[in-house]
């Protein structure tokens, strides 16, 4: 019994000296939230009447993430699902915060988009739905333009996926270096 006792002992001591487990552990990208207490997603998608340009603060499970450099996500509770972007790719997410649970926070928006982009977004997402067959003609769908996410845990970049946002930084600054007058006159 006194052996029982002694490891609920060390258990106990372990919990106190370690503190939050990486399960509670949160990682912030993109700006600080601004909101407090987020909502479900699928309780929040049903309180909104007029949903154009909501600021919202909801929660959900990384249902996926763009496989090219993170720049999207599809938050979902439920059967309830919204595709996230990271304002105009200001910030990515890790791959491996698929089946994260996340908080966003950002601008919430139905939008219509084109059957072929419907079907590629149901192929690669499973958004608007998991069969891109089943998809004809336009699509309207929940769009957030998130100002910043959190994940529980601590997803990080494999290398190959921070090569490509390497190279994506790197393409958008020449691009603006190329844009911008060389000489400006007053």
């Known amino acids: 019994m006194k052996y029982y006792s002694l490891i609920g002992t060390i258990i106990l001591i372990m919990i106190f000296l370690f ?7 949160w990682t912030h990208f993109g700006e600080e939230f601004s909101l407090a207490d987020p909502v479900p997603l699928s309780q929040g998608l049903a309180l909104l009447d007029d949903i154009s340009d909501s600021e919202v603060f909801m929660q959900g ?27 105009d790719h200001d910030f990515y997410l890790p791959y491996e915060s698929k089946g994260m649970r996340a908080k966003v926070q950002g601008k919430l928006n139905s939008i219509t988009i084109s059957e072929a982009l419907a079907k590629n977004w149901a192929e690669r997402f499973g958004y608007p739905g998991d069969d891109p067959d089943m998809l004809e003609g336009e699509q309207e769908v929940l769009v957030l333009t998130a100002s910043g996410v959190a994940v529980q845990g601590e997803p990080e970049f494999s290398p190959e996926q921070q090569a490509l946002i390497d190279e994506a930084e790197a393409d958008a600054t020449a691009t603006e270096e190329e844009t911008e007058p060389d000489n400006i006159q007053n």
Do not use: H, W, Y
């Not at 503190?19 to 552990?25: A, F, L, N, R, V």
């Not at 699902?81 to 304002?87: K, T």
């Open 19 to 25: 503190g939050c487990s990486p399960e509670e552990t």
């Open 61 to 87: 499970v990384v249902k996926t993430t763009c496989q090219n450099r993170g720049g999207s996500m599809i938050l979902q509770d439920g059967d309830a699902m919204v595709r996230v972007r990271f304002g």
